[in-house]
């Protein structure tokens, strides 16, 4: 998947993900506990989800494909006088930044990967989550009519994706929050824990 394909997502009107806030999920997982310690947010986009985590005072790393989506994600951490490292990262490379961490949020990038680049993408989360590490996954669920749009991912297709190493703590679904009329799609949040 190519970086320049995301960053003509991000030229013009935002996309329909780029709802200018975080996703009200993420404010949920946070409300109730759900991360810990270091943060990476894979396939951070524009970044408010990072700076949201950021905000309530997680060390946070928002890693995207996207050049264009990375610098508008480092001019709102300046804009808001917060500190959250910004970094261009391919997903399928993790292991590359170097860190490891605790939690991971995973906010619609699961579910852009076909199946060959997904079990790379798990290993490479693998590679970067300490021992006990927990992921927040969500994604487009199996659930959502509207025929547009990526992937839809059945909770099957989560429970095999991390069947080896992992251990899926719970998966319930919910709404993915959009700007397209109707306010959402229908996804899937799992929480992951590192084995």
Same mark, same amino acid.
């Given at each position: 998947?190519a970086a320049? =394909?995301?960053? &003509?997502?991000y ?8 709802i ?6 993420? *404010? ?6 759900? @991360? ?5 947010d894979a396939?951070?986009?524009?970044? *408010?989800?990072?700076?949201?985590? %950021?905000?309530l005072?997680?060390?946070v790393?928002?890693?995207? !494909? &996207?050049?264009? +989506?990375?610098? =508008?994600a480092? +001019?709102? %951490? ?7 490292e #910004?970094?261009?990262a391919? +997903? ?8 490891? @961490? ?7 990038? @699961?579910h ?12 490479n989360?693998?590679?970067v ?7 927040q996954?969500?994604? #487009? ?5 509207w025929?547009?749009?990526? =992937?839809?991912?059945?909770?099957g297709?989560?429970? &095999?994706a991390?069947?080896e190493?992992?251990e899926v703590?719970?998966i *319930?679904?919910? =709404?993915?929050?959009?700007?397209? *009329? ?5 996804? !899937? ?6 084995r």
């Amino acid at each position: 998947m190519a970086a320049s =394909r995301w960053d &003509s997502a991000y030229r013009g009107e935002p996309p329909p993900w780029d709802i200018g806030r975080p996703q009200p999920i993420v *404010e949920r997982i946070a409300a109730d506990g759900g @991360f810990r310690g270091q943060v990476l947010d894979a396939g951070c986009g524009t970044g *408010e989800n990072a700076l949201y985590l %950021a905000s309530l005072g997680f060390d946070v790393l928002g890693a995207d !494909w &996207s050049a264009l +989506a990375i610098e =508008r994600a480092r +001019a709102k %951490a300046a804009a808001r006088h917060l500190g959250v490292e #910004f970094a261009v990262a391919d +997903a399928l490379e993790l292991t590359g930044l170097g860190r490891s @961490f605790d939690s991971i949020l995973d906010c619609g990038l @699961f579910h852009t990967f076909e199946d060959p680049d997904r079990a790379a993408y798990v290993a490479n989360l693998a590679g970067v989550i300490r021992a006990g590490g927990v992921l927040q996954l969500l994604c #487009f669920s199996d659930r959502e009519p509207w025929g547009g749009g990526p =992937r839809r991912v059945t909770e099957g297709e989560i429970r &095999s994706a991390f069947a080896e190493g992992w251990e899926v703590i719970a998966i *319930e679904p919910v =709404r993915f929050a959009t700007t397209f *009329e109707g306010g959402g799609a229908h996804a !899937w949040h799992a929480s992951i824990e590192r084995r």
